[in-house]
């Protein structure tokens, strides 16, 4: 039977990078979610896995020595929170650029700026839209519990193996700092330097006879910048076509429809009971992955409901998406408390009711 | 002629280019000291055997595409950020050899802190730092190096110290630092120069087989381009300029 | 006139004309071409091939490593 344990957001990521085989982690103290290096350094898996377990100078110095290991094929990570994933963008449009896996957490807490300690969900646009330069994507997924945020960490090693890209766990300090029960995975072996040669041909570990591999992302040669470029979009389109995740709550009969994610996501679930006691029909469709986007999904409900709410902590960022999915054919509005508030399940339902059933 | 011509035979070949410089024509500027710096990398690396275990760390900055003359697995850095990238390899595959490439522009300004930080670990990887003066790639704008009075596309009138300050000399910094076990500066303008390079960069080399910790090699260099003259007067330049600032020898070898 | 010890073959399509080899030559050997290479450049040759001493002078100071250098080996006599 897989283990059961209670524990914090933060510490179920440290706990699953160890049992998945994680090669290194390089890390900078940010709240609120310093707790996922701080679990490494005590488990100190260099004893037990062999994990590699370093503090960085600062963001910029971590995400880059992350670089360097996902260049060597190995399963490297870094965690942070708001203003640390801002000082990565310029790491993550390189490892992008040189199609390098990786796995960053990103905690997120409100801004702008050096903000609030407290959760937030304003990272968004950050995470899906680009934050880095050039025409690039992160595959974004967004937990919702304790028990995702151990979940992910492998889910999106694979990813980011599977299509040679970043990928981000965004998640918020709700998430990082609640306890909950959480079943741990087996402990799985690290990869061998010959399992990742034989299954990653571009590393790069010394050429050893075979030819040299070179892991940059420039390329001086406009025309031949602009195939790489295509080639980025047609695997952005392959990862689009195969990779959405999402999960729905009550949503058949439903009139009105919550998108929302991560601790959002708990909340609005609780909305949805609320509101259903007052008769009103309404339904949750989570996004698990941010980007890819449930597009589809949203605009399959876009001909079944009379409005959609966006509820996020922010000031309004996945609502965007939400609108360009369903194409005008329904209301789209917003609610959500930010740069550190969290909304309650009735402040939800009364923005339904004001924006949507009442207007 | 006919004795050149009888003297021109494999037999009695005594220098040629190393097998692990690859045969791609250098995109440098004529005379520019980074093509005398790879070869001789090239040239260690193939007389230490280690071609088959060795990962280098490209900059930004002229030699951007120095994995195209080198033949051994290459990663290519964000400018100033190959020693958190070297850190990351070396980390994780602490049995290879790992080196990074560095003009003054990534390693002594934008890559500070990275420089710093790394040198303070004592990772145990090998740095080579190309201190030219000037910013060659982007066209001869000052350096953190740059001389006091030096002229340069963003200083024209010449690096005023009250307002830019005195050029920094990191190699000196990065020697207090206790990770660092051999800091060295060197020349390649001359034969003799050119040979105690090499035996520096063998040293560094060794000492990353040996676990000793940092190793770097400042090469003071030249930028024709950028200083605006022939490559034969910045030689001559760099004696009487360069060298003042930047005096040749070992800063630390332990 | 000065027997040859050694001797240098310089790629003149790979040479960029720097001249950095005719300064290091301690016996003045080589000078620059009149004429240019395939890539406009005066390429290094051996004006004063007599006089080589096979150093390898010229071949290690040279940046683009163009300069492959020879020397005789030293021959008994009598
Ligand atoms: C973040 C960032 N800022 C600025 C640049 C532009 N840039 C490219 S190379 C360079 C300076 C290179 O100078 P140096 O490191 O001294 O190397 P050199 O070209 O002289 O060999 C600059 C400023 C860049 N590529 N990236
Ligand atoms: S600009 Fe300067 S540093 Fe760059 S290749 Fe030319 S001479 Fe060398
Ligand atoms: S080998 Fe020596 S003597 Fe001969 S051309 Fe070269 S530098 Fe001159």
């Known amino acids: 039977m897989r283990e059961l344990k209670l524990m914090k957001g933060n510490e179920a990521i440290a706990e699953a990078a160890i049992r998945c085989g994680v090669d290194g982690y390089f890390g900078y103290p940010i709240t609120p979610q310093s707790e996922v290096m701080e679990t490494l350094m005590d488990r100190a898996p260099w004893d037990s896995t062999g994990m590699v377990v370093l503090q960085a100078e600062s963001e910029i110095a971590s995400i880059n020595m992350v670089y360097g290991g996902a260049g060597c094929g190995k399963r490297v990570m870094t965690s942070s929170s ?278 | 002629m006919s004795e050149t011509n009888s003297i021109i035979s494999p037999e009695n070949i005594v220098y040629k280019k190393s097998p692990v410089l690859l045969d791609n024509t250098m995109h440098y500027c004529p005379g520019c000291s980074h093509g005398t710096v790879h070869k001789l990398i090239a040239e260690v690396i193939e007389e230490m055997g280690v071609q088959d275990i060795t990962i280098g760390v490209a900059p930004v900055g002229c030699s951007v595409l120095a994995y195209n003359y080198i033949d051994v697995d290459w990663q290519e850095a964000a400018h100033g950020r190959a020693p958190a990238l070297a850190t990351g390899i070396k980390r994780l595959l602490p049995e290879k050899v790992v080196f990074s490439y560095q003009g003054d522009g990534d390693l002594a300004a934008i890559g500070t802190a990275e420089t710093i930080h790394a040198c303070n670990r004592g990772e145990n990887i090998v740095m080579v730092f190309i201190n030219n003066g000037i910013y060659g ?32 000399k990191i190699s000196d910094l990065l020697a207090q630092l206790p990770g660092t076990c051999y800091v060295t500066r060197q020349a390649v303008h001359t034969p003799a120069n050119v040979r105690k390079t090499k035996k520096a960069l063998r040293k560094a080399f060794e000492n990353q087989l040996a676990n000793k910790g940092t190793s770097l090699v400042e090469v003071v260099a030249t930028c024709n381009s950028g200083w605006k003259m022939n490559p034969v007067q910045s030689n001559e330049w760099m004696e009487e300029n360069m060298f003042p600032m930047y005096p040749l020898g070992d800063l630390k070898d332990e | 006139m000065a027997k040859a010890k050694g001797a240098i073959v310089v790629d003149t399509a790979a040479c960029k004309g720097c001249g950095v080899c005719v300064t290091a030559c301690p016996t003045k050997v080589i000078e620059l071409a009149a004429e240019v290479n395939g890539k406009g450049y005066h390429y290094a040759y051996m004006a004063n091939p007599e006089s080589c001493i096979g150093c390898s002078n010229c071949g290690i100071v040279c940046p683009d490593t163009c300069i492959t250098v020879y020397r005789a080996k030293a021959v008994a006599t009598a």
């Open chain 1, 82 to 359: 708001s203003p640390g994933i801002s000082l990565m963008q310029e790491g993550l449009t390189y490892l992008a650029g040189a199609e390098l896996p990786c796995v960053v957490v990103n905690v997120v807490r409100g801004g702008p700026g050096l903000g609030t300690i407290q959760p937030a969900q304003s990272d968004y646009f950050q995470s899906v839209k680009g934050g880095g330069h050039g025409d690039y994507k992160l595959i974004t997924l967004a937990p919702a519990s304790v028990q995702e945020m151990a979940d992910f960490v492998e889910l999106a090693f694979d990813l980011a193996f599977k299509y040679r890209n970043p990928a981000m766990i965004l998640s918020d300090g709700v998430i990082g700092q609640m306890m909950e029960k959480v079943e741990l995975g087996e402990f799985k072996p690290r990869w061998t330097n010959e399992y990742i040669e034989k299954n990653y041909p571009w590393v790069t570990m010394g050429k050893n006879g075979r030819e040299r591999n070179i892991i940059t992302s420039v390329q001086l040669e406009p025309s031949v910048q602009e195939a790489f470029n295509h080639k980025l979009q047609n695997k952005y389109r392959e990862c689009e076509e195969n990779e959405v995740r999402y999960e729905e709550y009550m949503c058949d009969d439903a009139e009105y429809l919550f998108v929302a994610y991560g601790s959002s996501a708990r909340i609005c679930q609780k909305s949805v009971e609320i509101a259903r006691e007052k008769g009103i029909k309404v339904g949750l469709l989570r996004p698990i992955t941010l980007w890819p986007f449930p597009t589809k999904q949203i605009a399959h409900y876009a001909d079944k409901v009379k409005g959609m709410l966006s509820v996020e902590m922010s000031a309004g960022q996945m609502v965007e998406d939400v609108r360009l999915s369903v194409c005008g054919k329904v209301p789209v509005d917003h609610f959500g408390r930010f740069g550190g508030a969290v909304h309650s399940p009735g402040e939800v339902v009364e923005a339904l009711e004001n924006k949507l059933i009442k207007a």
């Open chain 2, 137 to 168: 790639m982007t066209g001869g704008q000052m350096a953190p190096t740059t001389l006091p009075g030096m002229k340069a596309a963003t200083c024209p009138q010449g690096r005023d110290v009250s307002h830019d300050g005195m050029p920094i």
